[in-house]
Nanobody
């Protein structure tokens, strides 16, 4: 059974950092791409970054460029999202999702999703 579970969200002050994890079970990270998305209240789900064995790392959001990075922990079958210099506008529920082989910035290309983890950036 394929399962993706996000963790690591929470409350952080502006300028702070968080590292989110996407633990994958029932699948190998070798033949798939994992994307990170976020959805703020009242807004559409937004593609952020993606990582794939086939085409590397992709960034789909200028708003996080230079602040967020994605990496893979192969030993733990986990994909990480490192978020630095967080801003109040980064407040959202963050999701990871699976697509096959190559990265994509389109929500409809991903078939399995985690339930999300809430990140709140506030004083």
């Amino acid at each position: 059974q394929v399962q993706l579970v996000e963790s690591g969200g929470g409350l952080v002050q502006p300028g702070g950092s968080l590292r989110l994890s996407c633990a994958a079970s029932g699948l190998s990270l070798e033949d798939i791409a994992i994307g990170w998305f976020r959805q703020a209240p009242g807004k559409e789900r937004e593609a952020l970054l993606c990582i794939s064995t086939y085409d590397g790392n992709k960034n789909y959001a200028d708003s996080v460029k230079g602040r967020f990075t994605v990496s893979r922990d192969k030993d733990n079958n986990t994909v990480l999202l490192q978020m630095n210099n967080l801003k109040p506008e980064d407040t959202a529920v963050y999701y990871c999702a699976r697509t096959y082989y190559f990265c994509s910035g389109y929500v409809q290309n991903f078939d399995y999703w985690g339930k999300g983890t809430l990140v709140t950036v506030s004083n």
